[in-house]
């Protein structure tokens, strides 16, 4: 059953539409990402089913209920909706204490002191902070900090919980533990969640099905696989995992497939066959992408092989990252030694190249 | 923003409560401005008369152009002197620049007429400072009771005002731009003039148009300095109105009041447009703005120099003239001041029970009156916070009507209020008047300071209690107020102040239960007992100075 509903969404924000017709729907236990680019509304809509920020037209619904119907004028406030929210910043009362942040929703609920004090003791053990209830917010580190606010989030079970980029105020190291915690705390808890994020590996590693948000409008949903495996648009191609741009144009099509000729081609090199994607005309413009890790260095000329000049080579730790040049050409490409100055030949798996 | 709706009427009725407050009396002026008689007489008729006999008036022009020359003399004064000190204490390596910017920000604490009696003892005709220089140079080489000395001494004294606006333009500038001119290959004075003086030109523009502003409103300085001489300015001219034909002639008032209002509040609009601008070149806000101070070398003590006599000038020698007047019984030609020595002045004091109501009154209203005055500014803040839309664009504008009035035009329009709605007449002889005037004329400084506190406040805050289940006011009870809660005590403080040192506002509402030492200062200069005013004022000043040393001491900013 769907836990929470949204319709055909609008949303102006000083005169500008920020939203516009915006549709999803979260089931029970699922996790949901909300993801885009800066600017393409997906905090927006976020705020907007949290109640914090107003729609002109559309509906959304929790748990069968509309809490905003633009048409019925329905439009409860966020303090109706018995959600739970988690800000990027945490914003955690500095006034209170880690115990009296936790508490509030229960006091406002009216819960009596004994459960109160019990509930609160549970969810604060739950995050492993149970013996830092007396202190204060700016005594705890920023993971702890974060930890915190999903506590006061969870502790008065609200049927849905949304995460407004929970990990970004985290450094790197921390960020990808608390991704593991938090996903497992997810599972453990069978929370039904809505995530913002901007990035795609948080939320390929977070949600059960992500929603890809490009100014206003979702480009795509499905599952992590889906988007990242079988992009149906340019820009969601683009927006999930680190690409190469292959600009060239279209000079057969046979089976789905589409052979591209690469800007700067010589007579003999081979065509770029890749996974047709959109709708392309033979001799029109279009572009190839392919993921970086698709990309292999190959021992010779081959089908679906070009040579190209190596720039440079960069130690990652765990590998290497090329980067080659042919004219307007720029490929990068991952490797696990050091290549050789000079012209290398690369392979394109035609499978793994899609063609827009 | 937008769920605010189910408070919408609280709002909505503390704004239109603001707003009658605000203005109706200038609304009654405006109507008094044009009958015959006082509006409570039993027969009033509409008339332009007032308007022909006051705009004939030669008393009038001259005030009118006095009120000018002084506005426009002060501001050429105040606003160089006040750039210049501002840059020497935020950005060079200056002696003990720390100690001395509370000392710097002290005028605006003081009362006008106490520093007025101040410089008159110390350096007037027979003034402790000018006996000495006229046995130096063989006369004396100043006259503070010409419009030159006015102009001089109302300069000086407003420095302070330009200094706190330019002071934090030049701390949100980055000095990196400062060293790129630097490495570009300019000289310290050549950076200063290139790069430092446009960055603050915004806010010392600011500056100047509120001191021309506070020019056309001054009342203490040119009613003690000026009075003298029979130099009139206008709210002087219109003090001196109140008793013109034998009877107190409202119309002619009303239309003195119109008039100053026709001045002031274009400029209070301009102060308003020009205040958005002032910080347009602030490249880095809050604390962070990482500086390097300018090295002086040589200049130093030079620079020192200028700072020490302005300091002089403006604050130790009012202050230690009024000191020393009210311990000697006498002073003046061939007096040694040692031999004069006395506290009776102090225990004078205790033989007029109006004066002791007026000190026990000022204490109150600062207060107990300064706390509710915060209070109030609070829940008018709060009605406008987080709230876009035509009713807080209404009270942007309201907070503006009494900033155009100066605290004599308010205290007479409020007095007027009070005879003119039945029922409220009772309030008219009790210490609520006073509080309701001072309240209304420092409503626009009160409320800066609480939005200042409210600004602080992240807005997710405030979001993150909605999510969780409060509605509009718990939010406000747990959240957003205790939050503000070191804002409120530092604006406490500030309006304790403000409240102690106000006399102009008081005056009109001046009667047996409603004296306030600034009120009083006002009227005994009126019969000339020195020895008590210099005691009372004596008194002023310490209550102002305890409130500074608590506000310095637990860390609140002054900066309004």
Not at chain 2, 63 to 92: E, Y
Not at chain 2, 312 to 320: M, Y
Not at chain 2, 362 to 372: D, Q, R, S, Y
Not at chain 2, 375 to 389: E, F, G, N, P
């Amino acid at each position: 059953m769907a836990e929470l509903t949204v319709e055909n969404l609008h949303l102006r924000l000083g005169g500008n539409e920020i939203l516009k017709g915006v549709g999803m729907s979260l089931e029970r236990g699922q996790v949901v990402a909300l993801l885009g680019p800066s600017g393409s509304g997906k905090t927006t809509l976020l705020r907007a089913v949290a109640g914090l920020e107003q729609a002109h037209a559309g509906r959304i619904t929790l748990g069968g209920k509309p809490v905003f119907d633009a048409e019925a004028g329905v439009d409860l406030p966020a303090e109706k909706r018995n959600l739970g929210l988690v800000f990027q910043s945490y914003a955690l009362w500095p006034h209170k204490t880690v115990f009296d942040n936790v508490a509030y929703g229960l006091k406002l609920r009216g819960t009596g002191r004994e459960e109160m004090r019990e509930r609160v003791q549970a969810a604060l053990n739950q995050i492993g902070l149970g013996k830092h209830g007396e202190r204060f917010p700016h005594q705890l580190s920023g993971g702890q900090q974060q930890r915190v606010a999903l506590a006061r989030a969870l502790v008065y079970k609200p049927p849905v919980i949304l995460l407004d980029e929970p990990l970004s105020n985290l450094d790197a190291k921390l960020r990808e533990e608390a991704r593991a915690w938090l996903r497992e705390l997810i599972v453990t808890l069978h929370l039904s969640a809505l995530c913002v994020t901007h990035d795609q590996v948080e939320a390929m590693a977070i949600a059960d099905r992500i929603l890809l948000l490009n100014a206003g409008v979702v480009e795509q949903e499905g599952s992590p696989q889906d988007m990242y495996g079988a992009p149906r648009s340019l820009f969601a191609a683009e927006f999930m995992g680190a690409n190469n741009r292959i600009e060239g144009t279209v000079a057969e099509q046979r089976d789905g497939y589409a052979a591209l000729a690469v800007a700067g081609r010589t007579e003999d090199e081979p065509l770029l066959w890749g996974r047709l994607r959109a709708d392309r005309t033979p001799g029109g413009p279009a572009t190839g992408i392919v993921r970086l890790e698709s990309v292999r260095p190959a021992d010779g000329p081959g089908p679906n092989r070009l040579a190209l000049d190596l720039v440079t080579s960069m130690y990652l730790g765990e590998r290497w990252e090329y980067l080659f040049h042919r004219g307007p050409l720029k490929v990068r490409a991952y490797g696990n030694e050091a290549l050789e100055p000079g012209r290398h030949w690369l392979e394109f798996p035609a499978d793994r190249v899609w063609v827009f | 923003m937008s769920t605010s709706r189910p408070q919408s009427w609280a709002r909505v009725s503390v704004i239109l409560v603001t707003a009658l407050v605000v203005l109706a009396p200038l609304a009654l002026v405006f109507y008094q401005s044009f009958l015959d008689n006082p509006f409570f007489a039993p027969k009033v008729q509409f008339t332009l008369s007032a308007y022909d006999f006051v705009l004939n008036d030669e008393d009038f022009h001259s005030a009118f152009l006095n009120s000018l020359m002084i506005a426009t003399g002060m501001t050429a004064i105040a606003v160089p002197l006040g750039g210049l000190l501002a840059f020497l204490i935020v950005r060079t390596d200056l002696p003990g620049r720390r100690w001395i910017e509370p000392l710097l920000l002290l005028p605006v604490f003081l009362s006008p007429v106490v520093l007025a009696f101040g410089y008159v003892v110390a350096a007037g005709p027979v003034g402790f400072l000018s006996l000495p220089a006229e046995s130096l140079f063989g006369f004396v080489p100043w006259d503070i009771y010409s419009i030159y000395g006015l102009v001089l001494v109302a300069g000086l004294t407003h420095v302070p005002h330009v200094y706190l606006y330019a002071s934090s333009a030049l701390r949100g500038v980055s000095s990196d731009l400062e060293e790129a001119a630097r490495i570009g290959g300019a000289g310290p004075w050549r950076v200063a003039l290139d790069v430092s003086l446009p960055m603050v030109m915004p806010a010392l523009l600011y500056s100047g148009v509120l001191v021309f502003f506070l020019g056309f409103e001054l009342f203490g300085l040119p009613l003690v300095l000026g009075d003298p001489q029979g130099i009139l300015v206008m709210s002087t001219y219109l003090y001196k109105l109140t008793n013109l034909l034998g009877t107190p002639s409202y119309q002619l008032m009303a239309v003195v009041v119109v008039a100053l209002v026709l001045v002031t509040f274009p400029l209070v609009i301009l102060q308003r447009r020009l205040l958005r601008q002032a910080g347009k070149y602030v490249t880095l806000k809050g604390k962070g703005a990482r500086q390097t101070p300018l090295k002086l070398g040589g200049w130093k003590w030079l620079a020192f120099a200028i700072l020490a006599l302005w300091l002089v000038a403006t604050v130790v020698v009012p202050l230690a003239g009024i000191g020393l007047r009210s311990v000697v019984s006498s002073w003046g030609r061939g007096v040694t001041l040692s031999d004069q020595l006395t506290l009776a002045h102090y225990r004078d004091l205790w033989q007029y029970p109006n004066l002791i109501r007026g000190i026990l009154n000022t204490l109150g209203v600062g207060v107990i009156g300064g706390a509710l005055s915060v209070a109030c500014y609070t829940v008018i803040s709060l009605a406008a916070h987080r709230w876009q839309s035509g009713w807080t664009r209404l009270l942007d504008f309201l907070v503006l009507v009494p900033r155009a009035m100066p605290g004599l035009v308010a205290g007479l329009a409020i007095l007027w209020i009070f005879l003119f709605v039945p029922g409220l007449g009772v309030l008219k002889s009790t210490m609520i008047s006073v509080w309701i005037a001072y309240t209304v004329v420092w409503l626009a400084y009160g409320m800066r300071l609480i939005s200042t506190a409210l600004l602080q406040v992240g807005p997710e805050l405030e979001e993150g209690a909605r999510v969780v289940g409060a509605g509009p006011h718990r939010v406000n009870m747990d959240i957003t107020i205790p939050l503000i809660r070191f804002g409120m005590l530092g604006s406490w403080l500030l309006i304790f102040m403000i409240f102690v040192r106000e006399y102009s506002t008081g005056i009109y509402l001046l009667g047996p239960g409603t004296e306030v030492i600034g009120s009083l200062l006002v009227s005994l200069w009126g019969t000339g007992d020195i020895d008590l005013i210099s005691a009372l004022s004596v008194i002023n000043v310490a209550m102002v100075g305890a409130g500074l040393l608590t506000a310095l001491r637990l860390g609140v900013r002054l900066h309004g």
